[in-house]
Nanobody, 120 residues
Framework: QVQVVESGGGWVQAGGSLRLSCAASGSISRLNAMGWYRQAPGKQRELVAT???????NYADSVKGRFTIARDNAKNTVSLQMNNLKPEDTAVYYC??????????????WGQGTQVTVSS
């Protein structure tokens, strides 16, 4: 069993900043890619940013230059620094962890989500 817990959401005015954090714990032999996704009302969940265990990152075009993803492999945590936030960034943000339990079993796990609201 793996638990993924996010924190750090909230309300901010346009142009402001927020930092999201996520911690994975439980039956983890190896923590592979971690990522942040978001879902706005009436829309599908979309990728925001991902980071591999080696530190390679990938961002949605809409957040490039404004958001930064980082991870601490020793603590099994990932963060998302969000700067110059826009109203269209308003969504529930979800953390995802790609976990290897052993050489035979792996899985992807989601957190419960944290709300980010950006007012204009």
């Amino acid at each position: 069993q793996v638990q993924v817990v996010e924190s750090g959401g909230g309300w901010v005015q346009a142009g402001g900043s927020l930092r999201l954090s996520c911690a994975a714990s439980g039956s983890i032999s190896r923590l592979n890619a971690m990522g942040w996704y978001r879902q706005a009302p009436g829309k599908q969940r979309e990728l925001v940013a991902t980071i591999t265990s080696g530190g390679n990152t990938n961002y949605a075009d809409s957040v490039k230059g404004r958001f930064t993803i980082a991870r601490d492999n020793a603590k099994n945590t990932v963060s998302l620094q969000m700067n110059n936030l826009k109203p269209e960034d308003t969504a529930v943000y979800y953390c995802n962890a790609d976990v290897s339990h052993n050489i035979f079993q792996s899985g992807r796990y989601w957190g419960q989500g944290t709300q980010v609201t950006v007012s204009s």
